[in-house]
């Protein structure tokens, strides 16, 4: 029992140690069973169910602009959480050329919580499975962010909406 509950506590320290090396801040709110995930340095918070838990970005992943991913036992949907320099491009300019990059025909201009987004859908394939991914973008005076959620399962499209309409922007100078 005592084995157990220290390799417990160490693998919680590993995963808070990992989650923070990738400037990822996680902070629980128990109080209505979700967590609030700040999207690396962006400002951005996102709230999740809190059965959502941090895996492993691997090096390629990292190498991708990719600084966390996230998974659930409870829903099949995963999803990515990106953050890179903006190098003097606009939101539509950035999204533009990236939609196309992975092969989407359009891209949407929205705004969720007075926040300026772009949407774009497109195919993906991971362990030879098609998925359709739905990737949202913002941006900061230096920095973009992005959520690319993986619609797998029936709550998939649902779950994704719920999540995003929680966006906001938190002033880190407080």
Same mark, same amino acid.
């Given at each position: ?5 220290i390799s417990?506590i160490m693998?919680? *320290?590993l *995963? +808070?140690? $990992?989650?923070?090396?990738?400037g990822v801040?996680?902070?629980?709110s128990?109080?209505n069973? @979700? ?5 690396g340095t962006?400002?951005?918070?996102i709230?999740v169910?809190s059965d959502? /838990?941090s895996?492993?970005?691997? !090096?390629v ?5 990719m ?10 949907? !995963?999803?990515d959480?990106?953050q ?5 491009r606009?939101?539509?300019? /950035? *999204?533009?050329?990236?939609s196309k990059e992975y092969?989407?025909?359009?891209f949407?201009e =929205?705004s969720?919580?007075?926040?300026? #987004?772009t949407?774009?859908?497109?195919e993906?394939?991971y362990?030879g =499975?098609?998925y359709?991914? $739905?990737? /949202? ?12 959620f993986?619609? !797998?399962?029936d !709550? $998939?499209?649902?779950l994704?909406?719920?999540?995003m309409? +929680? #966006?906001?922007?938190?002033?880190? @100078?407080?």
């Amino acid at each position: 029992m005592k084995h157990s509950m220290i390799s417990g506590i160490m693998a919680l *320290t590993l *995963t +808070t140690i $990992a989650v923070f090396s990738h400037g990822v801040d996680v902070k629980a709110s128990e109080k209505n069973g @979700t967590t609030d995930i700040a999207i690396g340095t962006t400002g951005y918070v996102i709230s999740v169910p809190s059965d959502y /838990y941090s895996a492993d970005v691997t !090096d390629v992943e990292r190498r991708d602009d990719m600084i966390a991913y996230y998974k659930s036992d409870k829903h099949l949907m !995963d999803f990515d959480v990106y953050q890179y320099a903006k190098d003097g491009r606009t939101l539509k300019e /950035y *999204t533009e050329i990236e939609s196309k990059e992975y092969g989407a025909e359009k891209f949407e201009e =929205i705004s969720i919580n007075d926040i300026d #987004i772009t949407l774009y859908y497109s195919e993906e394939k991971y362990d030879g =499975i098609e998925y359709r991914v $739905a990737n /949202y973008i913002f941006e900061t005076d230096e920095d973009f962010g992005e959520l690319a959620f993986w619609l !797998d399962g029936d !709550d $998939a499209e649902e779950l994704t909406e719920e999540i995003m309409a +929680t #966006i906001k922007y938190v002033d880190q @100078t407080e």
